[in-house]
């Protein structure tokens, strides 16, 4: 099964802005072209607009003259462009004049075809030229609202026609599907530039804003990079969580606690079994001791007393940092002592010399006593254990936080260093231990931010225990 590359909320989110951006323009650009399609509007400048007005309101008298109707629209385009004149012609080629205007158009016959055209006289005055279909026929209309020629009587006129014409001729046309391409370009122009403005913007902006708003939730996933066994009772803060992950957050939290309550369930069950089992062994033990002298009943109390021993690591296992709430000041040299004078005389009945030599100086530091104490007494009783009942164990105190407890018997093989750590694992399977020592060995020392550590001697094996102290962690070869 191919597993699904994670993809960058940052980057799909850009992603699809810039998508939106893009399609949200394109959707207004359609709409404008839609509406520009539906009203069809015409643009005109302030000549053409008074050809439509005149256009509107023209009508021919009984004589057949030509005559415009003062309406409102006409009174207003005089108030306001008070040069304004104009010249309607019929195809009889009669004649409405009104204003002063240059009298050489009154004998300037446009054609009839021309729909418009543009009289220039100098960059500033126009004057409009075009043709209409009115109620009373089509019409050429001559108008401007500038005074052309009012000071020259030699006045020169330019005239500029733009005339599109259809091939077949007859009156030109615009069609809509001839245009589209122009429009599409036009629009390209337009959206384009948009479009690479708000991505670039989008593509420097959304990121940044995107990781300012997770921040909170890269600050909750170091804090849940933190939690380790002893502190899996620890809850994630949701404070600064984005409201979308609060869920998740919940959910993790809440699997949390369902887990710590399992743990605890489950250490209780064993510290009560193994509380429980210590009265019957001791009853045992009792009994066995009034047996008459024989091989069986010497292997009767040897069973007991491993399973003795069994129930007092089990025990232990559950003490190791129930007293976290207790952490002191202590003097290695003394703790150490103390378990070495304690043990001294079961070692030395064991057959072996004893040694214990502390640090030159006081070795302080902040740990949990009885969580070191229960560790150093299970790597001196696996020492008397593993050794061959002859040669010496040695407890050693260095000040840089290490105890050693070393014997002159065969060591672990390197093979299996690891696995001796895992609980309920023995080299020997005729030994009497449990093979729970060496892992609650282990527990304390990474309760205490250090290691359980092995290594061959000249004359044996030795096992060291790191003691980092509460706070402050360390690192050291061995």
């Known amino acids: 099964m191919r597993l699904r590359k994670s993809r960058s909320l940052k980057w799909i989110l850009t992603r699809r802005l810039i998508g939106l951006q893009a399609c949200l323009l394109v ?18 400048d302030t000549n053409e607009s008074v ?30 462009y008070p ?57 050429q209309f001559v108008t401007s609202t500038d005074r052309i020629g009012a000071k020259n009587q030699d006045v020169n006129i330019w005239i500029n026609l733009d005339i599109d014409l259809p ?4 009156d030109a046309e615009m069609f809509w599907l001839g245009v589209v391409p122009a429009t599409g370009a036009i629009l390209a122009i337009l959206v384009v530039p948009i479009l690479l403005v708000t991505g670039a913007a989008t593509l420097i902006v959304t990121p940044y804003s995107i990781g300012r708003s997770l921040t909170g939730l890269v600050d909750t996933a170091n804090q849940a ?20 992950i609060i869920p998740l957050v919940d959910a993790f939290n809440h699997t949390l606690s369902k887990l710590d309550h399992g743990y605890n369930k489950h250490s209780r069950f064993l510290a009560d079994a193994a ?39 089990l025990l232990d296992m559950q003490a190791i940092g129930a007293d976290s709430r207790t952490a002191q000041m202590v003097d290695l040299n003394q703790l150490a002592g103390r378990i070495a004078a304690d043990l001294a005389p079961g070692v030395i009945d064991a ?60 060591g672990i093989p390197a093979a299996e260093r690891v696995r001796v750590l895992e609980p309920f694992y023995r080299l020997n399977t005729h030994s009497s231990g449990a093979g729970l020592g060496l892992n609650l060995a282990q527990k304390a020392a990474e309760l205490h931010l250090g290691r359980l550590l092995f290594a061959d001697t000249d004359g044996g094996f030795r096992v060291r225990l790191e003691i980092g102290g509460l706070g402050a962690g360390r690192q050291h070869s061995f």
């Open 225 to 244: 990079k933190t939690i380790e066994f002893e502190t899996r009772s620890t809850h994630l803060d949701v404070s600064k969580v984005p409201s979308e």
């Open 167 to 170: 091939e077949s001729g007859g």
């Open 51 to 80: 050809i439509r007005v005149l256009a509107e309101h023209v009508e021919r008298k009984a004589d057949g003259t030509l005559n415009v109707i003062e309406a409102p629209e006409l009174a207003e385009l005089t108030r306001r």
């Open 27 to 44: 959707f207004f650009f359609v709409l404008l072209a839609g509406w520009v399609w539906i009203i069809d509007p015409e643009l005109e």
């Open 351 to 410: 057959g072996y010399d004893f040694f214990f030599e502390p640090a030159p100086a006081e070795a302080l530091f902040m740990i949990y006593p009885s969580t070191i104490e229960l560790a150093v007494t299970n790597l001196i009783r696996n020492a008397v254990d593993h050794s061959g009942y002859k040669g010496t164990i040695a407890v050693t105190v260095d000040g840089r936080g290490f105890i050693d407890v070393s014997d002159e018997g065969p």
């Open 83 to 139: 040069d304004l004149w104009f010249i309607v012609r019929d195809e009889r080629n009669n004649i409405y004049q009104r204003g002063a205007f240059p009298k050489e158009l009154l004998s300037e016959i446009f054609p009839m075809s021309i729909d418009g055209a543009t009289l220039k006289d100098g960059p500033t005055k126009h004057v409009a030229v075009g043709n209409r279909d009115t109620p009373i026929g089509r019409l």
């Open 275 to 313: 509380h429980e089992l210590r009265t019957p062994i001791a009853i045992v033990r009792t009994r066995a001791d009034l047996l008459p002298e024989s091989a069986d009943s010497r292997q009767l109390l040897q069973d007991i007393d491993r399973l003795s021993r069994v129930a007092h690591q």
